[in-house]
């Protein structure tokens, strides 16, 4: 059983990796190196601008997750550091899997370092992981009931009418979690924790930071398709907020043939090379370049660390 617990997130991982890439190599052994250079080299100067404002976007409201937990946990840090640290647990987790886990193990050597304790940086980790939950659910509603047709994309047999009733039921839900602050509902106590229900001046943030962070992000890949077959935002939006789930529920380190599985079933009017080629430069902008900077973010922190331990012992 121990072996199980160890072993089984790197396996599910592994599975969801290998079966993803194997099903894109039977849909994409056609496509050729020089397609999807060309893919790469027809997207505008205008694209590339607009998706590194998007990636700005993105990380910004990241780092006001953070930001919020720490004020619903009554904590004042700096908005500088706040940022910094919620910057290098994204874009760690998001490259490395299971983004719970590892964002955790970041906050904690950032945050108790500021005097939080080990239990408080637990319940700022599950407020920004239920931020991020209810921003995907609630735009995941919003398209059902905008863009009810999305659902054919990826199951025909199931009615549009359906779709739309869903949309509106989440919507419902997201609604009743709203009404449940303005109540306010009795926190909940434990020997090691206390869960209390976020103030409304903190819910309606939540409703606003956790969509514009996910619209971002969705943004960088939607700004670098080519106009030709794009069938809007919304539609893209939610193809980004199925695969992005899709990859976060498979621990596969930064999604790898995830993300690029769900949108190519999901945009068959658009050349298979046009779409690997926007989701790559999702993934250097969105991924890669905020890996390598938040390496040598953690390199510089854990320096001034050591340097701070060592002045102290010399004292």
Request: hydrophobic fraction near 60%.
């Amino acid at each position: 059983m121990k072996w199980l617990r160890k072993f089984f997130w790197p396996l599910v991982s592994t599975a969801a990796i290998i079966i993803s890439i194997y099903i894109l190599y039977k849909d994409l052994r056609g496509l050729s190196l020089d397609e999807f250079m060309a893919s790469l080299e027809a997207i505008p100067p205008s694209g590339w601008l607009l998706a590194v404002a998007a990636t700005f976007v993105a990380y910004a409201a990241l780092a006001a997750y953070d930001h919020l937990a720490l004020e619903h946990l009554g904590h004042r840090i700096s908005l500088w550091f706040i940022t910094i640290t919620s910057f290098t647990t994204y874009a760690l987790s998001h490259n490395i899997g299971a983004s719970v886990f590892s964002g955790a193990l970041v906050r904690y050597r950032a945050y108790t370092s500021k005097g939080l304790s080990g239990s408080e940086v637990g319940m700022l980790v599950a407020f920004c992981s239920f931020t991020f939950v209810l921003g995907t659910v609630m735009l995941f509603g919003l398209v059902l009931v905008l863009e009810p047709e999305i659902i054919e994309r990826f199951a025909d047999f199931l009615p549009i009418e359906a779709a739309f009733s869903t949309g509106i039921f989440i919507l419902a839900l997201v609604a009743l979690y709203v009404v449940g602050s303005l109540v306010g509902f009795r926190p909940i106590r434990t020997r090691w924790l206390k869960l209390e229900y976020p103030r409304p001046s903190l819910v309606f943030r939540q409703l606003v930071i956790a969509p514009v962070e996910l619209i971002g992000a969705a943004a960088i890949i939607y700004f670098v398709l080519p106009a030709e077959g794009n069938p809007g935002f919304f539609v893209v939006l939610g193809i980004f907020l199925a695969s992005f789930s899709a990859a976060l529920l498979s621990h596969a380190p930064g999604g790898i043939g995830v993300l690029e599985l769900v949108f190519i079933a999901g945009l068959p009017e658009i050349d298979p090379a046009a779409v690997l080629a926007a989701l790559a430069v999702f993934r250097l902008f969105y991924l890669l370049v905020p890996f390598v900077i938040a390496l040598f973010v953690i390199l510089i922190f854990e320096r001034a660390s050591f340097l701070a331990r060592s002045r102290q012992k010399d004292e």
